[in-house]
């Protein structure tokens, strides 16, 4: 909204009105009151850079003109912001003054200068391009209703064309180096102030001369290291340096940002690429692509918020977590809270210590442990600082850049005794003075205050409760309707879009529907209620995304000081509104984004403490999110407060079968992830339960899982003992889909044994007809297993895997669609295909890595394909990191090493893949895998180890499998009595 304020108040007001009730969001002055008053031309053009189209009005004032450097031909605010939304291509909104609409004779220009600028200014805004001949389509108006029906209608158009115009190509959002490319733009909630120290830390590393090529910012929540990253790189960064070769910022605020996206981000702004031409590759790849990039010319990138990649906020209530939460353990798993959530991201982190002409800045509340030696100091070419509070000169600026007025010495030593000049929490302070009733903005009259800043007595407390105290003070201040809207939104996981806001209404009536006249007032106070929160520090806007959000640390304040009966009142219009939208459940989903809804149910009913209904609404989704699409990191975030002491215990307001079902799911998304010890744990907690219950049926499922988790931990006997307990239990029960699942488990261990014939037999057995259910058919997993069967028999070809394809598509499968894929790279190694493989291969990691799929094996053949096809320049350093790593696929690194005339290390590999092939030995072996380890032997001149055979007496039983056998004994009885 861009306009002369004081003789169009009433028509800015009208214009509003228009603007909400499309459920848009009007970016105009009247929200600037917190804002500095200083460089009033960057305020204004920012607003025009980070709006989606532009509305303006013209009167018959020309209106303020700024005396500064940045407006050497003396133009009004109005005419530069018009100017900015033409050069950007904005959607263009033009009303202009009528000469018969009444005004008072004060808003009339009567500058001679002025006014000759307000006629060109006025021709200039209808022509349709800058200079043209052509007039855009714009509206005269004579009167206040006339503007009002105008706008109203225009509005309304506009909503169409902004909703209706095709996305565009995310690479144009990536300019071509030296420019700054930002992902996203920073948006500060007030003016950056003093810093000098820090400024000077951040030029004198930035030197060339400098031997560290990262510098670390630490420091508790809301200490201003985004905003000092972000004036540093975009203000004093070119001109320390005039060498760079382009520089970058990257957020990890931004929803499901990720390291692989900022890989790959990263690389195609170095090598000015197209980003999708790095999906195919690999993390390693990509990461090392980066580092090569970042040591041949001086780069200068920021990763702005990198604790949350850590294991200490993948939590479900991440955005929420406190900063004396944060780092004190891991819920999930036994990781380092301070380790990376994942370990290729740990390798990435280390490289960049050496990455040097490059410099990188991060910034984090938390410290990677990756970055520290055992002795807790950084590692060599890391620099670490951390991050104070603003000087008290410079805290005082920031609060009188919020219109407070009071005394120096005063504000000075308050602010460090109560806050120790937190520049988050002096802005809040600012919210405090200037909502002061008996004297707005006055400092000195507010502090003396018994009941308001005279109240706040925080010497005791250390930084991190002296912060939370007062932002606790700020909300116990807020106006009701401000305090309903933030605490509603502080419960929530993640930033909200005008609709739902609009939901949440603290305005609308709880108890009925709102009449039509009072959606449209409601609307207009709520306009109100959310500047109040802006002006307040405690609500941004981010006008890239049109989302509204909270600061993490105003989030977890918020959330954590509500009472219990708030929470219950406030969460039950949040279950009301999101159940709403979860209407139909069963539609097939093609995407985690499909089922948002259904997880931030799940998440409320969780934090509202009503666990055995959350654990209902989650079996609505959970089939999807596990075998579906795989999002096997959503499902353990969303799964971790059911259980107690990390994953030992369900929760006790579950029951027996909804226990026994979610042990079930994250003992599976554990399986993936390659936490077998503790997945095998949960298996034999729902195995228990469901025997327990007298669910026998999902007993037999729960066997054949930890069937699975047992091969991958390769303790085969085990695995035997268990697929055989599971057939005797499921053919004791007439149901079809508990011996189907029996009997497909058994044909996979007798595949993998090499017994072909008798796997030929149990495959004839199965009944697809009668004996599997509707959602188990649609999964295609048998058709998978029995392709891998032919795959090792030499009999799979492409036609019967583009049938499963087919069907994985139909489905919307993303697990089937990556293990066709997976598949495929295998049969075209066969072949010797390496192109094809490597595509193949390459496309099933990608899918692997978005689920944080442990599969090494098909990593590892990635490579080899990518060598033989001449598309690898580091096949050795992959080998080295793959031999290394956790888990190694030693079959297919014998052939890589052998490939890279490494022979030494060939044998080595296939040593261990005779040994692993061995597993618990005769007759327990992998029968396939070890003759390829065998030819392999062969090859390389060496002869076969010598391995013990099995020897039971050294492989007691599991603990429930006495339990399983007690109950398959009762069950014969019983059959026997009848």
Known sequence: MSSTFEDLEEHRAALMRAIEGQHLHPVAMEQDAALPAGTVVEASLS??????????????????VPECHENPDRLSLTELEFREARRLGLPILVFIMGPA??????????????????????????????????????????????????????????RWHLTSAPAQDVDL????????????????????????????????????????????????????????????????????????????????YEKGAVMDDFCRRALAYTTMRPVGEFAMKGSAEVAELLVRQLKRHPWLFVLDGLERVLAAYHHYDASQLLDDRAGESDDITDRDPCGAIRVEDEDLLRQLAGAEPSKILITSRLVPSVLLNTSNHPIPGVLHERLPGLRPADAEALLRSCNVAGDSAAIRAYLKRHCD????????????????????????????????????KLSELDLVGKRNHILRAAL????????????????????????????????????????????????????????????????????????????????????????KE????????????????????????????????????????????????????????????????????????????????????????????????????AACALTRVGELERALALHGLALT????????????????????????????????????????????????????????????????????????????????????????????????????????????????????EDHARATNSKALQRKVHRLRGNLFLQLEDWGAAAHELGEAMRMARTSDIHDTDTATKLVLARLHSGQSSNAAAEAARLSSGDRPAHAPLALLWRALGEYEKALAQAELAYRRAWADGEPHVRRYDLREASLLLHDLGAAQPRLAPYDPASDPPLPWEVKVLKEVRNRRDARRST
């Open 689 to 804: 339960k469901n025997i327990d219950s007298g669910n026998s049926v999902r007993a037999v499922v729960n066997l054949a899982n930890a069937a699975t988790t047992l091969d991958g931990l390769n303790r085969l006997a085990r695995a035997d003992r268990v697929v055989r307990l599971a057939l005797e239990l499921a053919e004791l029960y007439p149901n079809g889909r508990a011996l189907f699942v029996a009997r497909l488990t058994t044909f996979e261990r007798l595949v993998d044994a090499g017994q072909e014939a008798e796997a030929e037999k149990i495959w004839a057995s199965l009944d697809f007809l009668h004996s599997w259910d509707y959602a188990a058919r649609r999964s295609g997993q048998a058709e998978i297993v029995n392709a891998y069967f032919k795959l090792r028999t030499g009999r799979l070809s492409d036609s019967e895997l583009t049938s499963i």
């Open 476 to 563: 116990a201040a807020l106006p009701e309707p401000s305090w309903q809207l933030l605490n509603t939104l502080a419960l929530l996981s993640e930033t909200v879009d005008y609709e739902t806001l609009s939901a949440f209404n603290p305005h609308l009536p709880l108890d009925r529907p709102a009449e039509p006249e009072e959606q449209a007032a409601a609307l207009h106070k709520l306009s109100a209620t959310v500047h109040d929160l802006e002006h307040r520090g405690l609500l941004q806007y981010d006008r890239r995304t049109q989302r509204y959000d909270i600061h993490p640390v105003v989030r977890g304040v918020t959330a954590g000081g509500l009472l």
């Open 421 to 456: 000049c937190h520049p988050l929490v002096t802005g809040v302070v600012a919210g405090l003075v200037n909502g002061y009733l008996p004297a707005r903005g006055d400092f000195d009259a507010w502090a003396a205050d018994p009941h308001h800043g005279g109240h706040l």
């Open 47 to 64: 607003k025009v850079r980070h709006a989606a189209a532009y509305v303006g009005v013209i009167s018959h004032r020309y209106g303020q």
């Open 173 to 252: 959002d990536v300019p071509a180096p030296p420019a700054l490319y930002a992902h996203p733009s920073y948006i500060g909630s007030h003016t950056f102030v003093g810093r000098q120290a820090q400024l000077a830390t951040l030029n004198d590393w930035a030197d060339a001369a400098d031997q560290h090529p990262v510098l670390l910012f630490e420091s508790i929540g809301g200490a201003g290291k985004s905003m000092l990253s972000w004036q540093w790189i975009t203000r004093h960064a070119p001109a320390v340096r005039g060498d760079w070769a382009g520089r970058f910022w990257y957020s990890f």
């Open 566 to 665: 708030d929470v219950h009142r406030i969460g039950q219009r949040m279950v009301d509104h999101f159940s709403a939208r979860w209407e139909n459940p069963h539609v097939e989903p093609e995407s985690v984004e499909d089922l948002r809804h259904g997880m931030t149910l799940v998440r409320t009913l969780v934090q509202l403490g009503r666990i055995h209904e959350a654990g209902l609404r989650y079996t609505e989704l959970g089939g999807a999110l596990v075998h579906k699409l795989e999002a096997f990191p959503e499902v353990l975030s969303l799964l971790q407060p059911f259980f107690t002491h990390g994953w030992s215990a369900p929760h006790r307001d579950l029951i027996t079968e909804q226990a026994a079902s979610l042990a079930t799911d």
């Open 101 to 158: 609409h009444p005004v008072v004779a004060g808003a009339v220009e009567v500058d001679p200068d002025k006014r000759r600028k307000l006629e060109a200014f006025r021709e200039e805004a209808k022509r349709a391009s800058a200079g043209g001949s052509v007039h855009r389509v714009y509206r005269v108006f004579n009167d206040l209703a006339d503007f009002s029906a105008a706008a109203t209608q225009s509005v309304a158009e506009l």
